[in-house]
Each structure stands twice: as C-alpha cells, then as structure tokens.
Antibody, heavy 129, light 107 residues
Framework: QVQLVQSGAEVKKPGASVKVSCEAS????????IHWVRQAPGQGLEWMGW????????NYAQNFQGRVTMTREMSVRTFYMELTWLKSDDTAVYYC??????????????????????WGQGTTVIVSS | DIQMTQSPSTLSASVGDRVTITCRAS??????LAWYQQKPGKAPKLLIY???SLESGVPLRFSGSGSGTEFTLTISSLQPDDFATYYC?????????FGQGTKVEIK
C-alpha cells in the first residue's frame, strides 16, 4: 500500500510563504490525483485543490486562487503545495491525499473516482507574528 | 460551487445504537459522494465512496445510501471505536467540497 509522507511543521510570519511536501512511498500503478486539504484548529476539512501527477494539470478552490500553487517532481514521487501571503487564519494542519480513478469508455464515458483513500500524516503550519 | 450540509452537527449515542447522519447537496451530485471518519489528531479515513460502496477493510456495520441531493451514512450498531467526527464530500465537479462534519459523542 502506498504511503504519503509529509514534511515537518512550519512556523511562519504573516505575509510569508510556506511550501509543504508530500512524498509517495512507491508508485501508484493507476491514474490518480493528489489533493490538498487543510483543517484549522477545531474546524472541519477544507479542500484546497488537486494536481494530476501525469499531466501536471491543477484545479484550485476559489478561496485559494492566486495564493496557492501545486507542483510535482515525479522523479522523486514528491508533490508540493505552496501557499503565499500567509495570514493568521492560514494556521492549520495541511494534508495531502490520493484519489484514484478509472477512465470509462463507451456509453458510460467519463471518470470513475474512488475517494481519497490514502492520506499523509498532516503538516502543521502556524502563522504568527 | 456545490455546498454540502450535514445534520446533525453533534450526535450523542450509546454503544449498540443505530446511528444515521444526513448529508445534503445544494444541487444534484448523482452518487458522487464519499464519507470519511476522523479521530482527533489523525488524518481522515475513507469509509464509503460512490454513495454506497464500502472501502476495503471498513466494517460492514457502516453503510451509505442516497442519490441526487440527499445521502445518509448509517452505523448499524455503534462500537466504542466509532466515536469520531464524520464528513461527507462530493466529487461531482472538478472541485471537491466537504460537509461541515458530524461529531458522534458518547451519551
């Protein structure tokens, strides 16, 4: 089973940037996305966006447009999420998660997704002056 | 964006109880819905995808149903390990949205 291992905790000042990494322990021999999800203290889960490992295509949540960049370096099976112009309410645990999918053809053409089945352990980011 | 609303926000129950959590979508999402369980300090765990498909290794007491805009997660007989927060999540659109969560507490 693939594991996702994230980088360590970060403390940043307001206005700074943070870059969190997420390394896959082995190849996933299926099509998949890597999502980034965050959770502020005592709050629920907030989806930030996804990246396609194959193409590098990305899709960001509207709340983060212009501030988030997701990239990948497939030679080392590592994914990155960079968030700029940090504010105190960006203090949260940031998770990466894998979502596999199949591409269907014929009458049912489209994507069949299987949910986010593998998660990283989370990276705490604290934004404080 | 598709909004997801869960109810209740908190649920108090006893071991052995049958528990039902509801999730409503702001527009039809067909059956593109997943359920997750999260315990304090831990990453979420996938329970169900495609509204009713049980993820491998998840106990059979968990089940999901629904389509369109209304969905339910049912735990047939609550066990001590099930006290946690549960989230629904839609994946109809290229974007994803989570519900606000339902905390299942010990009564």
């Amino acid at each position: 089973q693939v594991q996702l291992v994230q980088s360590g905790a970060e403390v940043k000042k307001p206005g700074a940037s943070v870059k969190v990494s997420c390394e896959a322990s082995r190849d996933t021999f299926r099509d998949y996305y890597i999502h980034w999800v965050r959770q502020a203290p005592g709050q629920g889960l907030e989806w930030m966006g996804w990246i396609s490992p194959n193409s590098g295509d990305t899709n960001y949540a509207q709340n983060f447009q212009g501030r988030v960049t997701m990239t990948r370096e497939m030679s080392v099976r590592t994914f990155y999420m960079e968030l700029t112009w940090l504010k105190s309410d960006d203090t949260a645990v940031y998770y990466c998660a894998r979502e596999t999918y199949d591409i269907l053809t014929g009458r049912q053409a489209g994507y069949y997704f299987y949910g986010m089945d593998v998660w990283g352990q989370g990276t705490t980011v604290i934004v404080s002056s | 964006d598709i909004q997801m609303t869960q109810s209740p926000s908190t649920l108090s129950a006893s071991v052995g109880d049958r528990v039902t959590i509801t999730c409503r979508a702001s527009q039809s999402i067909s059956r593109w819905l997943a359920w997750y369980q999260q315990k304090p300090g831990k990453a979420p765990k996938l329970l169900i995808y495609k509204a009713s498909s049980l993820e491998s290794g998840v106990p059979l007491r968990f089940s999901g149903s629904g389509s369109g805009t209304e969905f339910t997660l049912t735990i047939s007989s609550l066990q001590p390990d099930d006290f946690a927060t549960y989230y629904c999540q839609q994946y109809k659109s290229y974007s994803r949205t989570f519900g606000q969560g339902t905390k299942v507490e010990i009564k």
